[in-house]
């Protein structure tokens, strides 16, 4: 393409805000040409001189049908994200999502649908498979160095999980709770490393932390014990966040799943919400009979472990500090532009946001019914 890219934007959050400020960088050609938020007027400010080349809308109908566009970024709250993308999808335009795909078996299975018949290029939102980090973890296991992996050992222990709680992700209402929220980026990852489909999952959460008697809609700033909880964002008035020990704070604080797959291999994963500071973990122990892998996102290095010889490699890789998520943001960005230029294929594709949020979702219903559950589309082993 000689012209601009033009793209369009459903939903301009923080977190879509932040991948079209890098992705402006990396692809000067590409430029924002509309935006469609309900906080159409507040954004345009915020943006300043920017907003001068955009069009904005309050309606995602009205800007697609309004616009050409070469592209468009869904970054809605979560329980927007299948209506949002089946509007797109609907035009076979080229779409960049953001996790979860869907937060209700209901949504899964339209988008299921609208994504079959479509002909859409569409990234899906999970850097955690791109990173250097997990590249490497791959080709070590496709080597062969370990030897098959029969068991995985994941972890995501959380010491930012605050947000949670303090803000509109606590409503569960919104997000479907944190399997969906959070899980499903390291249950992707897993997807991907392993190589197999999940076939069974059972799984557990629990509330024991961020949960209280505090009144409904009490913020940090009102709290009588603002200066003393260790919670308090008072330092940071700006985020007007609300109290965590109310009787309105959503989503369990802990969970714990385990995955059987394919081969007859299972999973084990764990993630936490109220750890801090250096408690940080985010990543796996996946073993075969030659040897085991064990990786880390918070240190950024990976080791190999062999079984047979005395012997241990220690990877220890760089990236740049303000690329997102272990630098995964930007090879994400890179790949949804090429897909949009039809140069290369989808390395997060739809079909597997759609098996993250179904595993996620058997997650949250084996929780409710202390069971376990298949995890199949009705029947099928694939998309």
């Known amino acids: ?41 507040e954004i345009r400010i915020k943006l ?15 800007m697609l049908a309004n616009e050409r566009l070469d592209g468009v970024f869904i970054g809605t709250r979560c329980n927007l994200h299948t209506e949002m993308a089946l509007k797109v999808l609907k035009l ?8 979860p795909v869907a937060t209700t078996y209901e949504d899964l299975y339209r988008l299921k ?10 990234v899906v939102s999970f850097p955690l498979r791109n990173t250097p980090l997990a590249r490497l973890a791959k080709d070590i296991i496709d080597s062969g160095k370990i030897g098959t992996v029969e068991h ?22 919104i997000t479907g709770g944190l399997f969906l929220q959070k899980a499903t980026h390291d249950f992707d990852y897993m997807n991907y490393l392993v190589g197999q489909r999940p076939q069974a999952i059972c799984a557990m959460r629990s509330k024991q932390i961020f949960k209280g008697n505090k009144p409904v809609g009490l913020t940090c700033a009102a709290c009588e014990e603002k200066l003393s909880c260790p919670e308090s964002t008072i330092a940071k008035p700006e985020l007007g966040a609300y109290c965590c020990f109310g009787v309105d704070t959503g989503n369990e604080d802990s969970g714990s799943a385990l995955i059987r797959y394919e081969s007859g291999l299972h999973a084990a994963y764990s993630q936490n919400f109220f750890v801090r500071n250096k408690a940080a973990k985010r990543g796996a122990r ?50 949804f532009m090429q897909a949009l230029r039809g140069e290369a294929p989808s390395e997060t594709s739809l079909a597997e946001g759609l098996w993250s949020a179904l595993l996620c979702l058997k997650a949250n219903e084996s929780a409710d019914n ?5 995890v199949a589309f009705d029947g099928e082993t694939g998309v």
């Not at 202390?370 to 298949?374: I, Y």
Request: proline residues 3%; hydrophobic residues 35%; aromatic residues 10%.
């Open 1 to 41: 393409m000689n012209r601009k890219i033009d793209l369009g934007v459903i939903g301009y959050g923080l977190r879509i805000g932040y991948m079209l400020d890098t992705l402006l960088k990396l692809e000067p050609d590409s430029r924002i040409k509309a935006i469609a938020d309900p906080r159409a007027d």
């Open 48 to 62: 300043g001189a920017q907003a001068e080349q955009i069009a904005f809308y309050t309606e995602a109908d009205e």
């Open 92 to 99: 076979n335009l080229p779409l960049f999502l953001e996790k």
């Open 113 to 122: 649908a609208g994504y079959e018949a479509s002909s859409s290029p569409v």
């Open 152 to 173: 995985v050992q994941a972890v995501n222990n959380v010491n930012y999980g605050g947000v949670y709680y303090h803000h509109w992700y606590r409503d569960e209402s």
């Open 286 to 335: 996946l073993m075969g009979y030659k040897g085991t892998l064990e990786f880390d996102w918070v240190t950024n290095e990976l080791h190999v472990y062999m079984h047979h010889e005395l012997r241990v490699e220690t990877h220890k890789l760089d990236h740049d500090p303000t690329d997102g998520h272990g630098g995964g943001d930007s090879i994400l960005l890179r790949n």
């Open 370 to 374: 202390d069971k376990f559950c298949t």
